[in-house]
Nanobody, 112 residues
Framework: VQLQASGGGLVQAGGSLRLSCAAS????????MAWYRQAPGKQRERVAA???????NYAESVKGRFTISRDNAKRTVSLQMNSLKPEDTAVYYC???????WGQGTKVTVSS
């Protein structure tokens, strides 16, 4: 079972990044998938989630700026992040809810 996240990097405030997570070894199409993040010194928090049917929900702090999507054929879940703020700086993890599986994390740094 593996979740491989990619797409992190350094971006200026106001910029955009797209994170992707490729899944293997799980029943991807039936899993709710989520993105979490953990900033230095803070608890891990859920950023966004998408059900097998495509329903989504977001943390209040990212509503209107982030969009989660999935491609069941490619077994990937993505997080489009726009209008990034310095407070979005964190390590971002993808998570398969049904299998309780975490990806390895990808670091996002937003400079002011």
């Amino acid at each position: 079972v593996q979740l491989q996240a990619s797409g992190g990097g350094l971006v200026q405030a106001g910029g955009s990044l797209r994170l992707s997570c490729a899944a293997s070894g799980i029943a991807f199409s039936t899993n709710t998938m989520a993105w979490y993040r953990q900033a230095p010194g803070k608890q891990r928090e859920r950023v966004a989630a998408i059900t097998s049917g495509g329903s989504t929900n977001y943390a209040e702090s990212v509503k209107g700026r982030f969009t989660i999507s999935r491609d069941n054929a490619k077994r990937t879940v993505s997080l489009q992040m726009n209008s990034l703020k310095p407070e979005d700086t964190a390590v971002y993890y993808c998570y398969a809810v049904g299998g309780s599986v975490w990806g390895q994390g990808t670091k996002v740094t937003v400079s002011s």
